[in-house]
C-alpha cells in the first residue's frame, strides 16, 4: 500500500494568517491564538472525527483498539485530563465537542477502557499497544540554520524536515517493511510520523527503544562535538549518506551559510577535520581572511590537505584523503541526519496531539503532510472560518478539504489491509484447527 509521503498537491495553499472568529473588517494580530469559540466552531463544524475514529479503531465497527483507547485532553487554563475513551464516534464527537479543549491526545490502547481506571487497580490497566510514533522538531536544526530562529520556521529551513522525513521513509518501509505510516504537521516546526502496521503497534517499550537505537544516530547536534562515525558505515547509514548528499551544498553551504560565521567555522567546522595540522591551518586562514562563504571555506578545506600531503608518499596521501573524505561524510550525516525526540518513541503510554488539532499560538491545523508540504501550506482555523462563510458551510469547498481527502484515502486503504490480513489470520486458524 503507497504510504502518503507518494501523495500531495504542491499548489495547496493556505489564506493569511489569524485566529479568532472572523467578522467584516477585522484584522486579528499574528500572535493570536484560537479563542475557545474559535474551537468549538472548529470541532462543531470542520474536525474529521469519523476519520480519527476509524484510523484509530483500524476498522469501521468499534472494537477493542478504540473502545480501551486512552485520549487525553488539554485545555487553556492548563488543566489536563488523562484516561478518556469513548465507545461510538457519536461519543467521541459529543464528548469532545462538550468538553471544548484547546487539543486532545492520542495514547494507547489498553486491556480495559481507559475510563474504568478509577475502579481498578493500578496493576489490572496494562498498555497493549500503540503507533509507533516519531517526532521530528526544527529546534534540533537550530546549530545549523541561519534562515530563522526559535519558533520561526520557513521554506528555507523546512528543507531539514523534507530530508528527515525522506531518510525515515526510505528505512520504514526497505529495512522494516512498513507501509501504513503518515506524516502530520506539528502545527509549528515539526512533524509527527505516525506508523499504523500492526507489528509496529504492538512493539514492546524494549523494541521501541531498539529501533530508536537503530534511527536516532545522530543524538547531540553540538556544534563543537565531532561525529567520527566507525567505518565501513551501516548500510542504513550508507543508504542515508547517499540520499543526503545531494542536498547539502544547496541547503548547508548556500542556502542557509551555516559556516559564514568565521567563529562558528573555526569552532566547529575546522575542528571536524581528522589532522590536527589541517584544523590550525585552516583556523589561521579563517582568521586572517573573515568572512569568506561556508562553500569558500568547504573548498578550503581540500586546498590546505592538498598542501599539507604534498611531500608524502601516495600511500599515506591516499590514506589522509580517504580520511578526510570521511571527516566530510560525516559532516552531512551531523548537519542533515533526522534526529528524533526519544521520549516521544519509547513508551507505549506516550501521548501524542491527534491530527487535524489546531495549533494554540499559530492556528495552524494539524493536517497531513507529504514531502512536497511546507508550513505556509497549512490551513489556518480563521481562514477556514472565513471560507465557511462564503461558501455556506460547505467543508468541500475549503482548503481544509485536499487534506482531508488525503487522509481519507489513507485510512480507507489502511482498514482495508487490516481487515483484510484479520481475515486470513482467521482462516488460517480455522485450517489448523481442522487438522488438529
Known amino acids: 500500500m503507497p504510504s502518503l509521503v507518494e501523495a500531495g498537491d504542491p499548489n495547496l495553499l493556505a489564506a493569511p494568517s489569524s485566529s479568532v472568529t472572523p467578522h467584516q473588517g477585522f484584522t486579528p494580530p499574528s500572535n493570536y491564538g484560537p479563542s475557545s469559540s474559535d474551537m468549538q466552531y472548529y470541532y462543531q463544524h470542520l474536525y474529521p472525527f469519523k476519520q480519527i475514529f476509524q484510523w484509530l479503531n483500524h476498522s469501521p465497527k468499534p472494537g477493542r483498539d478504540i473502545i480501551n483507547r486512552e485520549f487525553a485532553m488539554a485545555f487553556r487554563s492548563g488543566a489536563y485530563k488523562r484516561y478518556n475513551s469513548f465507545n461510538t464516534v457519536q461519543e467521541f464527537k459529543v464528548q469532545i465537542q462538550k468538553a471544548n479543549p484547546d487539543r486532545f491526545e492520542i495514547g494507547a490502547v489498553y486491556n480495559k477502557p481507559p475510563r474504568e481506571r478509577d475502579s481498578l487497580l493500578k496493576t489490572e490497566m496494562k498498555a497493549l499497544e500503540k503507533e509507533l510514533v516519531f517526532d521530528i522538531d526544527m529546534d534540533d536544526y537550530d546549530s545549523y540554520r541561519t534562515c530563522c530562529s526559535g519558533a520561526q520556521v520557513c521554506r528555507k529551513c523546512w528543507e531539514f524536515i523534507k530530508l528527515a522525513m525522506k531518510v525515515i521513509n526510505i528505512s520504514l518501509e526497505e529495512d522494516f517493511g512498513f507501509d501504513e505510516f503518515v506524516w502530520v504537521f506539528s502545527g509549528r516546526r515539526g512533524a509527527h510520523c505516525w506508523i499504523s502496521d500492526k507489528r509496529a503497534r504492538v512493539m514492546t517499550d524494549s523494541h521501541r527503544k531498539n529501533m530508536l537505537d537503530y534511527m536516532n544516530v545522530v543524538r547531540d547536534r553540538n556544534v563543537e562535538k565531532r561525529l567520527n562515525l566507525v567505518r565501513p558505515l551501516h548500510p542504513h547509514l550508507s543508504r542515508s549518506l547517499e540520499i543526503l548528499k545531494p542536498y547539502f551544498v544547496d541547503i548547508i553551504l548556500r542556502e542557509q551559510d551555516t559556516w559564514r560565521d568565521d567563529e562558528l567555522a573555526i569552532k566547529s567546522l575546522a575542528t571536524s577535520s581528522h589532522d590536527k595540522q589541517l584544523t590550525e591551518q585552516l583556523k589561521k586562514l579563517w582568521t586572517n581572511r573573515p568572512g569568506r562563504y561556508s562553500e569558500e571555506k568547504w573548498k578550503d578545506m581540500d586546498v590546505v590537505a592538498s598542501q599539507i600531503i604534498a611531500s608524502y608518499s601516495k600511500p599515506r596521501q591516499r590514506d589522509y584523503l580517504q580520511r578526510l573524505r570521511e571527516s566530510k561524510e560525516d559532516i552531512i550525516i551531523q ?59 460547505q467543508v468541500e469547498q475549503t482548503s481544509l478539504q485536499p487534506f482531508l481527502d488525503l487522509f481519507t484515502k489513507y485510512v480507507n486503504t489502511m482498514v482495508k489491509q487490516e481487515l483484510s490480513s484479520q481475515k486470513r489470520e482467521r482462516e488460517e486458524e480455522s485450517k489448523q484447527s481442522l487438522d488438529f
Not at 335 to 363: M, N, R, S, W
Open 335 to 393: 548537519t542533515l541526519y533526522p534526529k528524533l525526540d526519544v521520549e516521544v518513541t519509547k513508551q507505549t503510554i506516550h501521548l501524542l496531539k491527534a491530527p487535524f488539532c489546531v495549533h494554540p499560538a499559530t492556528g495552524n491545523v494539524c493536517v497531513p503532510i507529504t514531502e512536497s508540504f511546507s508550513p505556509e501550506m497549512a490551513p489556518k482555523l480563521i481562514t477556514l472560518q472565513n471560507e465557511m462563510d462564503t461558501c455556506n458551510n
